[in-house]
């Protein structure tokens, strides 16, 4: 199930799934995003290992690495959506961060000047 909520994820970078499985598969995923930063043979054949999907691990190792070149770790973001309306279980989105809005939070401006002084 984890191996095919990892591979969801970064084939459509933006899925939606429990709380729960979420927060297992933060973890999964940053170690995958670091692979792929690594770039080896042995890397890419770690990955295959888990991912099963060649296109995927392509794509990992090239347009999602790339991305996350500079950047140490906190690949993934967690945002709470909605409650199931069976079971009323906590849903969220998990999706990649984009290229220029993984580290800058929203900071009022008279904080923003404040810390630059």
Same mark, same amino acid.
């Given at each position: ?83 199931? !309306? ?18 800058? !939070?929203?900071? !009022? ?9």
């Amino acid at each position: 199930m984890f191996r095919n909520l990892v591979t969801s994820l970064l084939e459509h970078e933006r899925i939606e799934t429990t709380a729960a499985k979420a927060k297992e598969i933060r973890g999964i995923t940053e170690k995958m995003i670091t692979l792929g930063k690594e770039g080896s043979l042995h890397a890419r054949r770690r990955a295959l290992d888990f991912i099963r999907k060649k296109d995927i691990v392509s794509k990992l190792f090239g347009d999602v690495a790339g991305r996350f070149r500079r950047q140490t770790g906190g690949y993934i973001r967690i945002i709470p959506t909605r409650r199931r !309306p069976g079971d009323a279980a906590e849903l969220v989105a998990v999706e990649l961060i984009e290229r220029g809005s993984a580290i800058a !939070p929203d900071v !009022p401006e008279s904080v923003a000047e404040d810390k630059a002084s």
